[in-house]
Nanobody, 127 residues
Framework: QVQLEESGGGSVQAGGSLQLSCKAS??????MGWSRQVEGKEREGVAF?????????WLADSVRGRFILYEGNTKNTLYLQLRDLKPEDAGTYSC?????????????????????WGKGTLVTISS
């Protein structure tokens, strides 16, 4: 049984930075990363990585260049560094895993296809 343990998040001023972490246990090769739920919008994928060895990454256009997704030294531990945060980045960020439909590429996030969810962590941004 896969378990996702999340930490990080919190409150920061616009332009600031935060870091999220997610540690998975019992995980095989899959896409692992974060989605977010912003108030008034549909849940969207933020950043995912293929855990099967290639390290293939995908980041949403809205965060590319500001957010950094990287693997920790411990197997199946990920970090998401959120930089230059904007008010529209505020929301609940949830660690998740999903099986990609077309090989080891994680650019096809669909919340309906998520295999495992973390509990989520709140990110609030003040302007």
């Amino acid at each position: 049984q896969v378990q996702l343990e999340e930490s990080g998040g919190g409150s920061v001023q616009a332009g600031g930075s935060l870091q999220l972490s997610c540690k998975a246990s019992g995980l095989g090769s899959t896409c692992m990363g974060w989605s977010r739920q912003v108030e008034g919008k549909e849940r969207e994928g933020v950043a995912f990585i293929w855990t099967g060895g290639s390290g293939s990454k995908w980041l949403a256009d809205s965060v590319r260049g500001r957010f950094i997704l990287y693997e920790g030294n411990t197997k199946n531990t990920l970090y998401l560094q959120l930089r230059d945060l904007k008010p529209e980045d505020a929301g609940t960020y949830s660690c998740a895993t999903f099986t990609p439909p077309r090989g080891p590429f994680c650019d096809d996030f669909d919340p309906r296809a998520v295999d495992n969810w973390g509990k989520g962590t709140l990110v609030t941004i003040s302007s």
